[in-house]
Structure formats: C-alpha cells, structure tokens
C-alpha cells in the first residue's frame, strides 16, 4: 500500500512550456484534490475531484487543467508554465465513510512536487 | 467566505514545557476540524481531528486540541514538547454544508520550534 504517490519530486521548467504532475492513489479513495503551497500562504486549493469523471474548481484554478478518468490517477497540467507557478505542488486524497459526499474523512497528501518555472 | 486564521506565524518554546498553536475558524454550518503537521521537504501528516462529542481530542505524538464552539477556536495542545515536534503545523477545516462542502481549508501555517 504505496498510499499517494506524486511525480516528479523536482522539475524545472522555462516559461511556456507545458507539463503533467502526475498524482496515483492506491486507496480506492473517491475524493482527491491538489494544492499549492507558497510561504507565507499555507495551502490553496487548485483543482479538485468527488469522484472518476468529476472536477471542479478550487481557489486559485488560473493556468491548471486537471481530469479523473479513473479513481486512482489525478493528473495536473500546467498549460503554459509562468514564473507564479513556481511552488511545491501537493496532492491529496480521502474518503466517506458513509457514501455521503462532504462527510470526508482526513486527508492523505503525497510527498510533494517542487516546481520552479524560470 | 470561509477562512482559517492562525495568529502565529512562529511559536517558540522551550523543551519540556507546554506548548499551544491557535487557530480559530469562520466557516458555514459545524465544519469539521483537523491538525497537519509537515516537517521539512515532506508532506503533510495528519495528527488529530474533531467532529463531533467530546470538545478535547487526541491525536499523534501526545498532541491534544480543544474545540470551543462559541470561540470559533480549535488550538493545539501539547503538555510537555520535545525538540523533535520543531515543525510546519497547519490547522484545517471542512464545511459541512453549502457550495464548498468537502473542500478543506488550511490556515497559513505556525512554525513551532523547541529548543533544548
């Protein structure tokens, strides 16, 4: 039991490139969700999803894609890297115990995407 | 809106003394509550929770926090710290109804340091 696992831990990238943050769950959890973390800021929610097949919108969504084809996988895509995105990327995943949506349990976070954009 | 305040940004103390993080909370409904800590270039680790009973609840390494309800307050306790909680440690929430149910909410985080 790997719990969240996320690729790469680093990554440099120039501006305008694009790349996937890849995130895998193996915990069968159907809610999962990815943040940024700056100093000074805690964690924002960027994207995030109840189950396969659903996303919405978090905090600070501007410049991420993200898509839940299967429970286990949630990958983030920077469309068109920029120096502001430049940050420790988290993502996380829970569960309902009891099937009701919101009544999650506490969250799993994997170990973190350090992303410098130059 | 829903917010997580935590008025620290550094809590300093010293080994063997008791120690507090605050949080307080503006969030719709009876949200539900947690502690995360992160030590350096980790994730984050969930130490406790509240949902509902007893207002104090324990968790992880000895940590405890304090529900207060009219207080909006849900402040990390420990009753003797050690040098091996230095860490990031973030509180959180959960509304329990409304447009953001399920979304979390983290406060900024408060850098504990204990020295020996």
């Known amino acids: 039991n790997a719990g969240v696992t996320q690729t790469p831990k680093f990554q440099v990238l120039k501006t305008g490139q694009s790349m996937t943050l890849q995130c895998a769950q193996d915990m069968n959890h159907e809610y999962m969700s990815w943040y940024r973390q700056d100093p000074g800021m805690g964690l924002r929610l960027i994207h995030y999803?109840?189950?396969?097949?659903?996303?919405d919108q978090g905090e600070v969504p501007n410049g991420y894609n993200v898509s839940r084809s299967t429970t286990e996988d949630f990958p983030l895509r920077l469309l068109s890297a920029a120096p502001s995105q430049t940050s420790v990327y988290f993502c996380a995943s829970s569960y309902s115990p009891n099937g009701q949506r919101g009544m999650n349990t506490e969250a799993f976070f994997g170990q973190g995407t350090r992303l410098t954009v130059v | 809106a829903q917010s997580v305040a935590q008025p620290e940004d550094q809590v300093n103390v010293a080994e063997g003394n008791p120690l507090t993080v605050k949080c307080t909370y503006s969030?719709?409904?009876?949200?539900?509550l947690f502690w995360y800590v992160q030590y350096p270039n980790r994730g984050l680790q969930f130490l406790l929770k509240?949902?509902?009973?007893?207002?104090l609840v324990k968790g992880s390494y000895g940590f405890e926090a304090e529900f207060n309800k009219s207080q909006t307050s849900f402040h990390l306790k420990k009753p003797s710290a050690l040098v091996s909680d230095s860490a990031l440690y973030f509180c959180?929430?959960?509304?329990?109804?409304?447009?953001?149910?399920?979304?979390?909410?983290f406060g900024r985080g408060t850098q504990l340091t204990v020295w020996p």
């Open positions: 969030v719709s409904g009876n949200p539900y």
């Open positions: 999803s109840v189950g396969a097949g659903i996303t």
């Open positions: 509240y949902i509902t009973g007893d207002n």
């Open positions: 959180a929430v959960r509304p329990d109804r409304g447009s953001t149910l399920g979304r979390l909410y």
